[in-house]
C-alpha cells in the first residue's frame, strides 16, 4: 500500500506540473526532476491512467514552454517478475522477509542503571542456578563390570596371596611401592579381615576375632606380585588414639595407594567417626569408596533402604567419594567378584 500511494503522489505532481503556468520558475526543474525519478526509480506501472498521464506530459510538455528540456520520457511496462508486488501477494508467494535494522545506541542516550544491570545479573544467576545446580541430587550413573571383567578379576584373587608384613609405625611400613595398592579402613568389628580373606578365598590368611580392636597394626598383604592390600586398625569404639595418627601420616604418604575403602554397617548407617576420616580425605585429596558389610544381616528392602539413606548423605557432604556404593557378604560370599572388579579398575591392572 506504501509503494502504491508513492506512486499516485508524484503522479499527481506531474499532472500538477503540466497544468501550471511556464512563468514559474520552479516549473522546468520540478518537471525534469519528475521524469528523472521515473526512469531511475524503474517503477511497475501496471496502472492505465498514470500511464495516459505520462504520454500526456510527453507530448504536451515539450510544446507549453520554451525552455529546453530534456527528451520525452519513454515508458516501458515492466516485464513480469518473479514476485509481484506486495500488494499483490497470494498463497502462492510466501510474504517477504523483513530486514532488521542494527540497534545502534546514539551518544545521547543514558547508561543503564545500576539497579537495572544488578536485576538483569540476578535474573542470569537463577537461571544458571538451575540448570547447574551447586550439589548433586543423586550420584551420576556408573556402568557396573560386564561379565568378562567379572570373571577376570574373579580369577585374577585366586592367585597365591600372601602375608608380607605388620607395622606399628612409618618405618616398619614395607617398601614395595613398584605394584598398587588398596587399604581397607573402618570401625572396630566391622568385618574387614573377614572381608580380605574372602576376596583371596582363604580363611586363614588374616586372623579374625569376635572382640572389637583385634587388630592393632597395620597388615600387608600381596596377590601374585601385582597388588598389595592392607588391613588397617580399626577406629572409634575400643580403638587406640594413636592409630588414628598413624593411619592418616601413611594414607598421606603413601604413593602407590590406588584407593581407600570405608567400610559400613548398613545396619547402623554412618557414624559421626566415618564421617570425620571422610572429611580428613576429602581434604586431604584422597580417593575411597563406601563398602557396605554384613548385607546378609539385612532383607533386600531394608538393605534398599539403608543404602539410600547412606548414599543421600555422602551426596550431601563427599567430595572425593568414588559414586558407587557397594554390598558384600563374608559369610555368604555375595557381592565379592564386584568388590573384585573394583579394586582390579581402581588398581589399574591389566588382565
Not at 506504501?2 to 497544468?19: E, H, N, Q, V
Not at 586372623?207 to 600381596?222: I, L, V, Y
Amino acid at each position: 500500500m506504501a509503494s502504491a500511494s508513492r506512486t499516485w503522489a508524484w503522479a499527481r505532481s506531474l499532472r500538477t506540473c503540466c497544468s501550471a503556468p511556464a512563468s514559474q520558475p520552479t516549473h522546468h526543474t520540478l518537471v525534469r526532476s519528475l521524469r528523472t525519478r521515473a526512469i531511475t526509480r524503474k517503477r511497475v506501472i501496471d496502472n492505465p491512467q498514470i500511464e495516459r498521464t505520462l504520454d500526456h506530459i510527453s507530448e504536451v510538455a515539450p510544446k507549453s514552454h520554451d525552455a529546453p528540456l530534456d527528451p520525452p520520457i519513454q515508458v516501458q511496462l515492466a516485464t513480469p517478475i518473479s514476485r509481484p508486488p506486495s500488494r499483490y501477494v497470494h498463497k502462492g508467494f510466501p510474504p517477504e522477509p523483513r530486514k532488521s535494522r542494527p540497534i545502534t545506541s546514539s551518544p545521547n542516550s543514558s547508561p543503564p542503571s545500576p539497579t537495572t544491570s544488578k536485576k538483569q545479573e540476578a535474573k542470569q544467576a537463577e537461571k544458571t542456578t538451575e540448570k547447574f545446580p551447586r550439589k548433586l541430587a543423586a550420584f551420576p550413573f556408573v556402568p557396573g563390570a560386564t561379565s568378562s571383567e567379572l570373571a577376570k578379576a574373579h580369577k585374577f584373587f585366586f592367585l597365591p596371596a600372601d602375608f608380607v608384613k605388620s607395622a606399628t609405625n612409618m618405618d616398619m611400613i614395607p617398601d614395595n611401592t613398584l605394584i598398587p595398592e588398596v587399604a581397607f579402613i573402618g570401625r572396630s568389628n566391622i568385618g574387614k579381615s573377614s572381608l580380605i580373606n574372602g576376596l583371596v578365598n582363604r580363611n586363614g590368611l588374616v586372623k579374625t576375632s569376635s572382640k572389637p580392636g583385634h587388630t592393632r597394626m597395620m597388615n600387608f598383604f600381596k596377590v601374585g606380585d601385582k597388588l598389595s592390600l592392607v588391613d588397617m586398625p580399626g577406629y572409634g569404639w575400643k580403638s587406640r588414639d594413636e592409630w588414628g595418627g598413624m593411619i592418616l601420616d601413611y594414607l598421606k604418604t603413601r604413593k602407590n595407594l590406588r584407593r581407600i575403602y570405608i567400610l559400613v554397617d548398613p545396619s547402623h548407617g554412618l557414624k559421626e567417626s566415618d564421617q570425620q576420616i571422610m572429611k580428613l580425605l576429602d581434604s586431604s585429596g584422597l580417593s575411597y569408596q563406601v563398602v557396605l558389610t554384613k548385607i546378609d544381616r539385612l532383607s533386600k528392602t531394608k538393605f534398599s533402604a539403608a543404602k539410600a539413606e547412606i548414599e543421600a548423605e555422602l551426596v550431601k557432604d563427599a567430595i572425593c567419594c568414588f559414586p558407587m556404593v557397594l554390598g558384600v557378604s563374608s559369610k555368604n560370599k555375595d557381592g565379592l567378584d564386584v568388590l573384585r572388579a573394583a579394586i582390579v579398575k581402581a588398581g589399574q591392572l591389566a588382565l
